[in-house]
């Protein structure tokens, strides 16, 4: 391949490493505006350097990966709603053995959520539910962080909708599901335990430290707040004294504005009494025989206004706990029904393999609809900084691809890169790790694929295959070498800087620390499993 003038690639290399410091550190001294500016700069400097034109600029934004990453926003929020972190707690929770159990529950449910309904997904909707488990055990958080998004990571390469990468090796390649399942599950499965053992072997004293109950402090969430998540349930403003019967909270939902209508009747009434009193006293000369027939009058009437307005509101209570309320209570019911039987149709339909990106954006506005409210306070929920991030890194990788760097590395080991033999395969892997964590996986995979292919397939179809399968596993695990190695590791991140009183920063060497290791001992045990 014929380099493009040095002045470009010069140019087209310095924009890329602004946005990779900034990316990396993004509070930086010199320049301290964030991830998020960081890669909207970073893109913006292709273009001003001419590295490429502002149509390259918009048609290297990735939409069906940025319609996905709204679309499952969505769906989780709405599955937020409907409990479905009450259930996962309980399930993690369910005879947890400590936290070394609990980080081995992680890793599973991780790893096989990851699978069938992509690593972006899981990390979405899991990473605050992690948090707040380590808060509960009183630990640091970020063992529980990497082991969520290793774990995605890995979990997601068994199948073609795993995550991007995969999908586009699975349509360039025309490996049907089944093959692609069965070729890779063996390594995927083997992967997650080993990470797994990693994670707790890295951090066994921390994860050993056991907190006695008596020395809990008030910093420690509550079971209920670890079952519970970012939607809490409505509740009265005030509480009171009446015999409410078996009526729970959850059935007077709704009701509030009229139970408080009804709250300032008694009010109303027993400031009429507050009257009489007074008015009592100022007369106090009149005939007392006279004002007591009449205070006689007045009280019993207003004691019967007070005792008839309390028993309305018995009544009416009564009322909601056996009607309305009831009626409520199983709309919430239905609501949930109908939240996770969207959310399964949408995984069937990923599982056929419809796109990808519109059928979780269809699935998104079906629980907007059936929701039948105002949507905002659900789309509010949505990163939409880290939507505009994955913007600003598509633009700024598809510039430094265009200096031709990432693609003369390749011509330059392609020899040694056999796959054939154990010593091309051990170069071929570290070729797409290196590539894959500095012009991230997805451009990896556009720009190596057919040339590995190709490479292969002068030896047999079943070597093609293979190396298919095998940039579809390197690609996928070299994600948890670094915090920029994939999509789920920065949504990792992300999603833990910004929870609610609960915020964590995942840094880029604590992550590293873990990363190396963890990838390169899980990525070469793999590749003695993956088959052709």
């Given at each position: 391949?014929?380099?493009?003038?040095?002045?470009?690639?010069?140019?087209?290399?310095?924009?890329?490493?602004?946005?990779?410091?900034?990316?990396?550190?993004?509070?930086?001294?010199?320049?301290?505006?964030?991830?998020?500016?960081?890669?909207?700069?970073?893109?913006?400097?292709?273009?001003?350097?001419?590295?490429?034109?502002?149509?390259?600029?918009?048609?290297?934004?990735?939409?069906?990966?940025?319609?996905?990453?709204?679309?499952?926003?969505?769906?989780?929020?709405y599955l937020e709603r409907a409990d479905m972190f009450k259930y996962l707690g309980k399930l993690l929770a369910w005879k947890s053995?400590?936290?070394?159990?609990?980080?081995?529950?992680?890793?599973?449910?991780?790893?096989?959520?990851?699978?069938?309904?992509?690593?972006?997904?899981?990390?979405?909707?899991?990473?605050?539910?992690?948090?707040?488990?380590?808060?509960?055990?009183?630990?640091?958080?970020?063992?529980?962080?990497?082991?969520?998004?290793?774990?995605?990571?890995?979990?997601?390469?068994?199948?073609?909708?795993?995550?991007?990468?995969?999908?586009?090796?699975?349509?360039?390649?025309?490996?049907?599901?089944?093959?692609?399942?069965?070729?890779?599950?063996?390594?995927?499965?083997?992967g997650v335990l080993v990470n797994t053992l990693i994670i707790i072997a890295m951090y066994w004293k921390l994860l050993s430290t056991h907190k006695d109950e008596e020395d809990a402090t008030s910093?420690?969430?509550?079971?209920?707040?670890?079952?519970?998540?970012?939607?809490?349930?409505?509740?009265?403003?005030?509480?009171?004294?009446?015999?409410?019967?078996?009526?729970?909270?959850?059935?007077?939902?709704?009701?509030?504005?009229?139970?408080?209508?009804l709250r300032n009747r008694v009010i109303s009434a027993e400031n009429e009494i507050q009257s009489y009193e007074s008015s009592r006293n100022s007369d106090a000369s009149k005939d007392i025989a006279v004002n007591e027939s009449s205070e006689q009058r007045v009280e019993a009437a207003s004691v019967e206004k007070v005792e008839t307005s309390n028993g309305n509101l018995h009544s009416q209570l009564r009322s909601f706990c056996g009607g309305e309320g009831f009626n409520e209570k199983w709309k919430q019911v239905l609501w949930k029904i109908c939240v996770y039987a969207v959310t399964i149709g949408m995984l069937i339909a990923l599982l056929l393999g419809l796109n990808m990106s519109w059928t979780a954006i269809t699935a998104a506005l079906a629980l907007v609809v059936l929701d039948f409210k105002d949507a905002r306070p659900s789309l509010e929920k949505v990163s939409y900084s880290l939507l505009i991030f994955?913007?600003?890194?598509?633009?700024?990788?598809?510039?430094?691809?265009?200096?031709?760097i990432p693609s003369k590395f390749w011509d330059l080991m392609e020899p040694y890169s056999r796959i054939d033999r154990a010593s091309g395969i051990a170069v071929l892997a570290l070729v797409i790790l290196f590539l894959s964590?500095?012009?991230?996986?997805?451009?990896?995979?556009?720009?190596?694929?057919?040339?590995?292919?190709?490479?292969a397939g002068m030896i047999s179809a079943s070597q093609e295959k293979k190396a298919w399968l095998i940039l579809a596993w390197v690609s996928t695990v070299a994600g948890n070498l670094s915090l920029l190695g994939s999509a789920a590791n920065l949504i990792v991140c992300e999603q833990a800087r910004r929870a609610p009183l609960l915020g964590y920063n995942l840094t880029f060497w604590r992550h590293l620390k873990f990363g190396v290791p963890s990838t390169l001992i899980v990525t070469a045990i793999g590749l003695t499993l993956i088959r052709g």
């Open positions: 391949m014929v380099m493009p003038p040095t002045v470009k690639v010069v140019l087209g290399s310095l924009a890329f490493a602004i946005f990779w410091v900034l990316a990396v550190f993004p509070a930086v001294p010199f320049l301290p505006i964030g991830r998020t500016a960081g890669s909207l700069l970073g893109a913006m400097l292709m273009v001003l350097f001419r590295v490429i034109s502002p149509e390259q600029a918009y048609a290297a934004i990735d939409l069906p990966i940025l319609g996905l990453l709204f679309g499952t926003m969505v769906v989780s929020v053995r400590g936290p070394k159990d609990l980080i081995f529950r992680i890793c599973l449910i991780s790893a096989i959520s990851s699978a069938f309904f992509t690593n972006d997904t899981s990390c979405v909707v899991l990473t605050e539910f992690v948090l707040k488990i380590a808060r509960q055990h009183n630990l640091p958080p970020h063992p529980f962080l990497l082991a969520l998004a290793s774990s995605a990571n890995i979990g997601s390469s068994a199948t073609p909708i795993g995550n991007p990468q995969n999908l586009v090796i699975a349509v360039q390649s025309k490996i049907s599901f089944g093959e692609f399942l069965v070729g890779i599950v063996p390594a995927m499965l083997v910093e420690v969430v509550a079971e209920d707040d670890v079952t519970s998540h970012r939607f809490s349930p409505a509740t009265l403003s005030h509480s009171n004294s009446l015999d409410l019967d078996n009526c729970s909270l959850s059935n007077l939902r709704g009701h509030s504005g009229h139970l408080e209508t994955f913007c600003g890194m598509f633009i700024t990788v598809d510039g430094f691809n265009k200096t031709g964590n500095v012009a991230s996986n997805v451009p990896t995979v556009l720009l190596l694929g057919g040339q590995i292919a190709a490479s």
